[in-house]
């Protein structure tokens, strides 16, 4: 399940082609078993979301849920995927409940907990020495998480903290404020067609050139296309980028770019991991798709060769990863692409896991 209709639709493709190559590389059959692949559009509208998650669960019988791009729409299939005894895998979206007291054993994330790669730009900011900093973000529990965690390790003031609609393109007023504020830097979050007209309507005001543009999820591989050299000197964060060297996500870049025609970005490459997770849960169990603990426990052990170098959960089921800052670069091949620039943190769990009950 995924967002494949409005301004979030790119994301959509990039996580359903992502997963879509983890199966072929299973051999198209996760954990040696018949495998069904259903791609179902939760148009970024959680009552959508329930009215598809509920056919996928009492119609279709599926055993797990995977993808999800955004985290109001994990927040409305959350409890009815659970409850039902399917096991749910987000490839992307990382809400601070479900990583805290609403934790569950049928949960599993292969991205990161909303807070962290924020907190990664709010560290920069902070060693960097921005005084004075806009903050931007769409008014959603993704975008509150996200601030949150910039806010975590910047101790600066914060000049103006804005949230706009989910799904906004036009942010005239929100440059207006910046120009009369004049910040020392902005940092937004503001994901994928939205992130788009943020960085156009910034460049076209001239702010690129005058006053820093820090995000997250903003200035990546899924908007780079369509923004170009306007993104040219814009830093940004990631647990995971095109570049990194190990042989898992060497295989993964030239397979994808070979198989579908683009430069995958974070969310396909966590999709991807998705695919691998499930088909390594699966094996770990012969198979036992009804041995719900077993199943759980062959998940929370699993390993495989990660695109991200290694693989290791966390005690509320999100990943411990290594978090880097990217910006806009070029590939041996000349092809542009976010590259990472530098390690900021070294297995970085979330701190929400303090509050999940589990322990194992």
Not at 43 to 63: F, G, N, S, W
Not at 266 to 283: N, R, S
Request: hydrophobic share 45%; proline share 5%; with cysteine.
């Amino acid at each position: 399940m995924a967002t494949f209709t409005g301004p979030g639709a790119n994301l959509g493709q990039h996580l359903r082609d992502g997963f879509l190559l983890g199966v072929e590389h299973a051999g198209g059959r996760l954990g040696g078993l018949e495998t069904r692949v259903i791609v179902s559009d939760d148009q970024l509208k959680p009552d959508i979301a329930r009215q598809e998650v509920d056919k996928l669960l009492t119609r279709d019988k599926v055993h797990f849920v995977v993808g999800v791009v955004f985290s109001n729409v994990l927040m409305a299939i959350y409890k009815p995927v659970i409850e039902s005894g399917a096991f749910l895998i987000s490839a992307n979206a990382g809400p601070s409940p479900i990583a805290g007291a609403l934790c569950s054993e049928r949960f599993f994330s292969t991205s990161w907990q909303n807070d962290q790669t924020h907190a990664v730009m709010g560290k920069y900011a902070q060693d960097k020495g921005f005084t004075r900093v806009f903050l931007l973000a769409p008014n959603y529990q993704a975008g509150k998480d996200a601030l949150n965690g910039f806010k975590r390790y910047y101790k600066g003031t914060i000049v103006d903290e804005i949230y706009t609609p989910l799904g906004a393109v036009d942010f005239s007023a929100e440059i207006a404020k910046i120009q009369a504020l004049k910040p020392q830097a902005v940092y937004a979050f503001m994901p994928g067609g939205s992130g788009i007209a943020l960085i156009k309507q910034y460049a076209q005001a001239g702010l690129n050139k005058q006053v820093p543009f820090l995000s997250a999820f903003t200035v990546d591989d899924t908007s780079l296309p369509a923004v170009g050299a306007l993104a040219d000197g814009m830093v940004s964060a990631s647990q995971w980028a095109v570049d990194l060297k190990n042989p898992a996500n060497e295989r993964f870049v030239s397979a994808f770019r070979a198989r579908f025609g683009y430069v995958p970005s974070y969310f396909a490459a966590q999709a991807y991991d998705a695919a691998q997770l499930v088909d390594a849960g699966i094996k770990a169990t012969g198979g036992r798709l009804d041995d719900k603990a077993a199943l759980r426990d062959a998940l929370r052990r699993a390993q495989f060769p990660s695109v991200r170098g290694q693989w290791k959960l966390n005690t509320n089921h999100f990943p411990v990863s290594d978090f880097y800052l990217v910006t806009p670069g070029t590939l041996g091949d000349g092809t542009r692409a976010m590259v990472h620039k530098e390690l900021v943190f070294a297995d970085y769990a979330d701190e929400n896991a303090k509050d999940c009950p589990m322990r194992w």
